[in-house]
T-cell receptor
């Protein structure tokens, strides 16, 4: 079993839809949770960053962390064709060398 | 966040030769940088952690004699793939530790070994 599980998709939605992306994990020591967006053949771009449980909102993006269920989500409101990319969740423990453990990524396609 | 560059963006080399990839932190003094490898349609796999002025820490299964990492300054880390083979063809990405646990990534280097 992988430490971080993420549905690879592809997920195809119409423009304007609300998108829900999710990851589950098994390591209860993870405390830092991040979402990255990656366009084809580009480096990942940090979207959201959350510590421990709770919600965080930034514009059209909302990140949720439920540590009791070991489940994190990223919601995208009013999705745009420019949101079409691969979304990677990433996690880190609070101590140690700050290495990130990534999910496999979900490919999102927003149809105009 | 930190701005990170990589050079070259794409390199093709012949089997048996060595290739050097540079990672620069343009606006941030990075004591720690990370090197990842990404195969097509797969996630990022951490190869090594690079600390300025000291030896890199390699992940299990990564050959330290094949993937040489040098972090000589707070703004530059290099990855040298020695005696490259076709199976080393991949997308190599570096990142800079942002202070807490976030990381900022470079644009990546696509290596093709023929």
């Amino acid at each position: 079993q992988k430490e971080v599980e993420q549905d690879p998709g592809p997920l195809s939605v119409p423009e304007g839809a609300i998108v829900s992306l999710n990851c589950t994990y098994s390591n209860s020591a993870f405390q830092y949770f991040m979402w990255y967006r990656q366009y084809s053949r580009k480096g990942p771009e940090l979207l959201m960053y959350t510590y421990s449980s709770g919600n965080k909102e930034d514009g059209r993006f909302t990140a949720q962390v439920d540590k009791s269920s070991k489940y994190i989500s990223l919601f995208i409101r009013d999705s745009q064709p420019s949101d079409s990319a691969t979304y990677l969740c990433a996690m880190s423990e609070e101590t140690g060398r700050r290495a990130l453990t990534f999910g496999s990524g979900t490919r999102l396609q927003v149809q105009p | 966040g930190a701005v990170v560059s990589q050079h070259p963006s794409w390199v093709i080399c012949k089997s048996g030769t060595s290739v050097k990839i540079e990672c620069r932190s343009l606006d941030f003094q990075a004591t720690t940088m990370f090197w990842y490898r990404q195969f097509p349609k797969q996630s990022l796999m951490l190869m090594a952690t690079s600390n300025e002025g000291s030896k890199a820490t390699y992940e299990q299964g990564v050959e330290k004699d094949k993937f040489l990492i040098n972090h000589a300054s707070l703004t530059l880390s290099t990855l040298t793939v020695t005696s490259a083979h076709p199976e080393d063809s991949s997308f190599y990405i570096c990142s800079v530790s942002g202070g807490l646990y976030e990381q900022y990534f470079g644009p990546g280097t696509r290596l093709t070994v023929t």
